[in-house]
């Protein structure tokens, strides 16, 4: 299985905007084999207006949030539990993303969204990276992999999913190098592997930051990453497409 999430982030600004987007993400799509997962992961808002959309969609479709509460209940203003997500037939939940850590989660916060995702019978997208390259920043990387996976059971491996995206390839121009982030990947893996053992050989390990449709292709065929994690390129339908296409040639 390979993936594609299309993380909107705060977009589009209007239902109609919502609409049009989804509605051509999907013509874009026509022809797509059914190894691939695309995953959308549209704002709350637009949530109930995607899965009518996808509900008449072909089977690679799956309805994503871009994240949840850390709170499974209780009077928490402007938050969305796992339950409301759960009720509008959401099946994946990004945890973690980089802006979303920017906005103040911190690995214990991370860590506890990622429990209750899982408990709860999600596919949990785990978001990890480094800020800068700066000083050791594998021993950063390690610290968010780590205090993630410790929350993790071994028979809830299945539904994990970890995209690594380098921080400061996010919104930026040029992606990480794609052997740099194969290096990453494996590394990822292998604490992976040493947490969970064999039922680790399959976790998918994606690379986001700067999926364009001009710098995709070596990812898309780099062996030992699992797919890709695509921003602004997601809101652009073409740009869309021709990243599934180029996701397509991967084997
Ligand atoms: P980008 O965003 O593709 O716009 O760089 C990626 C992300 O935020 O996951």
């Known amino acids: 299985m390979k993936y594609v999430i299309a993380n909107w982030k ?3 600004s209007s239902e109609e905007k919502a609409q049009d987007l989804v509605r051509e ?3 874009g799509a026509h022809g797509i084999s059914s ?3 695309i995953v959308v992961c549209p704002p709350f808002i637009w949530l109930p207006l995607v899965r009518d959309f996808l ?3 072909p089977s690679p479709f799956a309805l994503g949030a871009q994240n949840v509460a850390e709170k499974t209940g209780g009077a928490w203003t402007g938050e969305i539990s796992v339950s409301m997500l759960k009720a509008l037939g959401v099946s994946h939940i990004l945890i973690g993303h980089s802006e979303r850590r920017t906005l103040g989660e911190n690995n214990e916060v991370v860590s506890e969204k990622l429990r209750i995702a899982l ?5 949990a997208i785990l978001c990890v990276g480094e800020t800068s390259l700066e000083g050791n920043w594998h021993e950063f990387l390690k610290e968010e992999v780590e205090s993630a996976f410790s929350v ?3 028979d809830q491996v299945g539904r994990l999913i970890v995209a690594y995206e380098p921080v400061w390839a996010i919104g930026a121009k040029e992606p990480d190098t794609p052997d740099s982030a194969l290096t990453s990947a494996i590394f ?3 604490l992976a592997q040493a947490r969970f053992g064999e039922r680790a050989k399959n976790l998918p390990v994606l690379y986001g930051g700067a999926v364009l449709p001009d710098t995709v292709a070596p990812f898309a065929l780099q062996e030992g990453i699992d797919g890709v994690l695509v921003g602004r390129a ?3 339908p073409q740009s869309f497409r021709a990243i599934l296409e180029a996701m397509e040639k991967k084997r």
């Open 119 to 123: 408990a709860q019978g999600f596919t």
């Open 152 to 154: 993790v059971e071994a």
């Open 188 to 190: 990822i893996r292998k």
């Open 25 to 27: 993400i999907l013509a």
């Open 35 to 37: 190894d691939m997962r």
């Open 234 to 236: 997601s809101l652009d």
């Open 55 to 57: 509900r008449s969609a």
């Open 10 to 12: 705060m977009a589009p």
